[in-house]
C-alpha cells in the first residue's frame, strides 16, 4: 500500500473525507500507479534491441538438402542504419529487386520504403515471432 | 551516443586450421581513421576538379548522403554476430 493510500485511509478515519471521496481518490491512485506500470511495460516492449535469425537444419533431412547451422544477430540501430542507405540505390537496381520480388508474389516498391515502416515493423516484431518449419530445417526470427 | 565498436571476434574452426583472433579496434580505429583523413587531404585537389567536371552528374549526392550513413552503421554495429556451423567449419565473426 502507498503512503497516498494510507493518508486517504486515515482522512477517511478522521472523518475528513467521506467514503466517496475516498474511493474516488482511492481509485485515482491506483489509475496512477497502473498507469507507470503501463507505460514502463510499453517502454521496455516497445525497445527491442537485436533481430534474430535462427536456422537449425533437422537430423533427418536428406545429406544433399543438409544445410549448416546459422544464428545471426543483428541491431536494430543496424538495420535503420542501412535503411538510409536504400536511398543510394540506383533507380535502376532498384527496379530489379522490384521485379524479382513480384516474381516471387510480392508487390512490392523498395523505393516507397521509408524509416516509420521499418520502425512500425520493429515494433510488430516484438510481440511475434516467425516459424518456419520444413522438413530439412526450421527457421525462426524473432526480437529480442 | 552510440560508440564504434572496440572489438571483433574472428573465429574459424576448420577441420585442417582452426584460429581464434580478437582484432581491438578501438586501436586499429583510430589508426584507419588518421589515414582515411590523410588521404582524403591528398585526394581533395583531384576530388574537386572532379565535381567541377561532373557537377551536372549529382554523383555528390551521393557523397554527402552515404559518409554520414557509413558511419552510422559503423556505428551501430555493436551487438552483430554471426554464427555459421556446418559438418566442415565454424565460423564466428561477433563486434563488441
Request: proline content about 11%; some cysteine; overall charge positive.
Given at each position: 500500500m502507498s503512503e497516498n493510500q494510507k493518508k486517504i485511509l486515515q482522512m477517511l478515519a478522521e472523518g475528513k473525507i467521506s467514503v466517496d471521496e475516498a474511493l474516488r481518490l482511492l481509485s485515482l491512485t491506483g489509475t496512477d500507479r497502473d498507469t507507470r506500470n503501463d507505460s514502463n511495460n510499453t517502454a521496455s516492449k516497445s525497445t527491442p534491441r537485436y533481430l534474430h535469425v535462427v536456422v537449425e537444419?533437422?537430423?533427418?533431412?536428406?545429406?544433399?538438402?543438409?544445410?549448416?547451422?546459422?544464428?545471426?544477430?543483428?541491431?536494430?540501430?543496424?538495420?535503420?542504419?542501412?535503411?538510409?542507405?536504400?536511398?543510394?540505390?540506383?533507380?535502376?537496381?532498384?527496379d530489379k529487386v522490384n521485379d524479382a520480388m513480384k516474381e516471387k508474389g510480392m508487390s512490392f516498391d523498395m523505393r516507397h520504403l521509408k524509416i516509420e515502416d521499418i520502425e512500425e515493423l520493429i515494433s510488430a516484431l516484438h510481440d511475434s515471432e516467425v516459424n518456419v518449419d520444413t522438413d530439412d530445417e526450421t527457421v525462426r526470427v524473432y526480437a529480442e | 551516443?552510440?560508440?564504434?565498436?572496440?572489438?571483433?571476434?574472428?573465429?574459424?574452426?576448420?577441420?585442417?586450421?582452426?584460429?581464434?583472433?580478437?582484432?581491438?579496434?578501438?586501436?586499429?580505429?583510430?589508426?584507419?581513421?588518421?589515414?582515411?583523413?590523410?588521404?582524403?587531404?591528398?585526394?581533395?585537389?583531384?576530388?574537386?576538379?572532379?565535381?567541377?567536371?561532373?557537377?551536372r552528374w549529382y554523383w555528390w549526392r551521393y557523397a554527402i548522403i552515404g559518409v554520414p550513413a557509413f558511419f552510422g552503421i559503423l556505428h551501430s554495429l555493436p551487438g552483430l554476430k554471426v554464427d555459421v556451423d556446418d559438418e566442415e567449419q565454424h565460423i564466428v565473426v561477433a563486434f563488441y
Open positions: 537444419p533437422k537430423s533427418g533431412a536428406a545429406p544433399e538438402h543438409r544445410h549448416g547451422r546459422v544464428n545471426v544477430r543483428v541491431p536494430f540501430g543496424l538495420i535503420r542504419a542501412g535503411m538510409k542507405l536504400a536511398t543510394l540505390i540506383p533507380p535502376e537496381a532498384a | 551516443m552510440r560508440l564504434p565498436p572496440y572489438l571483433m571476434q574472428v573465429k574459424i574452426h576448420g577441420q585442417r586450421h582452426a584460429f581464434s583472433i580478437w582484432l581491438p579496434l578501438f586501436i586499429i580505429g583510430p589508426i584507419a581513421l588518421i589515414f582515411l583523413l590523410a588521404l582524403c587531404l591528398i585526394a581533395l585537389p583531384f576530388l574537386l576538379l572532379s565535381l567541377l567536371f561532373t557537377w
